[in-house]
């Protein structure tokens, strides 16, 4: 009877995080648009200048090479996430160091983002609002969200995906500006080097991809056919990228560009109608919710790291304690210069856990076929 109760429970738990090809798409697709977009060109501009739309490109191909890494490593790990795969390959205790170093990760882009949104929000918004009560609302909504199991925060992912296609209604309505696309001429502005560095600010915009190192046992679907959604994940990020970024360059000149931060609410505020005005304010207000999902990857990857180390897998516990823990540090950071040092930073260290960890972790895969070092 008790083995019939575990079995029972063992599938309803599967059955609870499985999620299908469709809405491993729109997982990808919204862990990866959010704050970032508004940006993008700004800092793409920084380094390449009117070849900002070619530094997108080049960030869409590394970005694709890093998925590449990823699903050859958890395919090799059939059923395991990185927190099995870690201590399956390093061993016990380096294997659960490296659990807890996504901990902290999670943690660290989690303080980020709602740092990032509080600063946006109360720029544009809500001047005069307290920046804790932002915070505090933002977290508060990431953690109803995030304490939800993956079937249901991936069917949410799926639905305010139309949110998206709402931005694209209205960046229609900048073609009625003056759009000058010879901005983006001539290609060989910018040197290869410049356009590199300015695919570096872009590729840390894509960030979230990485969930699939914790959800990709979960995806009902064959390896193969996980691939071709993943890559076509990708490519709709990065072409939505590539749209506005190619937009906002026509629409301001270099020299307005390298001073506007946040280019594609810029280009929205100038459009004019009637019955409705400042258009900007309108779209952020709802454009809160796919940053949200932001948080929400972050705070699934912390909890999960934190439950497979101190509570039997449970994520219950991890999501109210870490979310404490990220107000605590967001609350500390208002000044601007520490807000861009902090994303900075983070941006840097980013690339260890969504290139560097993986990467080793499947290099010594081959090497030991799966067995592990001390094998």
Known sequence: MSERWATHEAGKNMNEKSITLNQLFFVIV?????????????????????????????????????VLIIWMLMKRHKGKTILEISQTVLGKYIGN????????????????VVILYADIIERWILETTPKTVMIFLIIATGIYLGKQNLRVIARFF???????????????????????????????????????????????????????????????????????????????????????AVLTLATFSQKEIAIVPEPVLYMLKGLNFRVVERIDMIFLSYWIIPM????VVYLYIASSAAGKMFHKGKRKYPVWYLSILVFGI???????????TFNHYTAVISLIFIFGIPLFLLLLSIIFKNRGIRA
């Open 30 to 66: 919204q862990a990866q648009i959010g704050i970032s977009l508004l940006s993008i060109p700004f800092k793409a501009h920084k380094y390449a200048k009117g070849n900002a739309w070619i530094s997108v490109i080049i960030a869409g191909l590394i970005v694709q090479i890093f």
């Open 97 to 112: 160091l490296v659990n807890f170093s996504y901990l902290l990760y999670g943690v660290l882009v989690m303080s980020n």
């Open 158 to 244: 799926t639905i305010v995906n139309v949110l998206v296609f709402l931005l694209f209604v209205l960046s229609f309505f900048a073609f009625s500006n003056n759009l000058s696309f010879t901005n983006l001429l001539p290609i060989s502005q910018s040197s290869f080097t410049d356009m590199f560095k300015g695919s570096t600010q872009v590729t840390s915009a894509l960030l979230g991809f990485e969930i699939l190192l914790f959800i990709f046992p979960f995806v009902l679907g064959q390896e193969k056919q996980m691939l071709k959604k993943m890559t076509s994940a990708i490519a709709t990020v990065v072409i939505i990228y590539l749209y506005f």
């Open 292 to 295: 949200t999902t932001s948080f």
């Open 330 to 340: 967001a609350y500390f950071f208002s000044d601007a210069i520490q807000i861009q």
